[in-house]
């Protein structure tokens, strides 16, 4: 039997781990959204006065994604966000984030990439039940470019892989997903 201070503890508790998860599925899907080119995903991430810091560019958080979108476009063919290292200090409805994250975008030309790394480091809070970002102010502790060339070659090419699409024709957003879908994009 459970008592009332059991039952408070595993409250709590269980309480702490909703929060953890629904702010690590925030950022995670900030990130997805960018790599998707979704500004639904990415906009969803900020509260409506929200504020992004990404070096000299400052956005709102509901402007972030255009920015984003076309800062990326004009630089490179694909990209993919990855997040790390994850610390969260939680207080009531605010918390603060840091999340390292490794950001690889293939150049235009096919055959280079960069290769960034640096953290995001943010404050989110709750309201209305939801934990969004109020806050995103992001690092570059890192970054060098890399021979990305091997994606041209014939060997590769047959090998026949997806490549995710920058939009919603990406497999990750077919339900169900099967082998039936075709794939929007193949090396």
Same mark, same amino acid.
């Given at each position: 039997m459970v008592n009332g201070k059991d039952l408070e503890a595993l409250q709590r508790d269980v309480r702490y781990l909703m929060?953890?998860?629904?702010? &690590?599925d925030c950022i995670a899907g900030h990130a997805r959204g960018c790599d998707r080119h979704d500004p639904d995903l990415v906009t969803a991430?900020?509260?409506?006065?929200?504020?992004?810091?990404?070096?000299?560019? =400052?956005?709102?958080?509901?402007?972030?994604?255009e920015w984003a979108n076309r800062t990326h476009a004009e630089t490179s063919l694909v990209h993919t966000h990855h =997040?790390?290292?994850h610390t969260c200090d939680i207080d009531g409805?605010?918390?603060?984030?840091?999340?390292y994250v490794l950001v690889v975008l293939l150049g235009l030309?096919?055959?280079?990439a960069q290769v960034i790394a640096g953290r995001y &480091?943010?404050? &989110?809070?709750?309201?209305?039940?939801?934990?969004?970002?109020? =806050?995103?102010?992001?690092t570059v502790e890192t970054m060098f470019g890399a021979d990305a060339s091997v994606l041209q070659s014939s060997?590769?090419?047959?090998?026949?892989?997806? =490549?995710?699409?920058?939009?919603?024709s990406d497999l990750s957003y077919q339900r169900p997903l099967s082998m039936e879908t075709p794939a929007p994009e193949r090396w």
């Open positions: 929060d953890r998860t629904e702010i &690590l991430a900020y509260h409506h006065d929200g504020i992004d810091e990404h070096g000299a560019a =400052v956005n709102p958080g509901p402007g972030y994604a =997040v790390t290292t409805d605010t918390a603060h984030a840091e999340s030309d096919g055959r280079s &480091l943010d404050r &989110l809070e709750r309201r209305d039940g939801r934990w969004r970002i109020a =806050v995103r102010r992001s060997f590769f090419k047959k090998a026949g892989y997806l =490549v995710g699409t920058r939009d919603e």
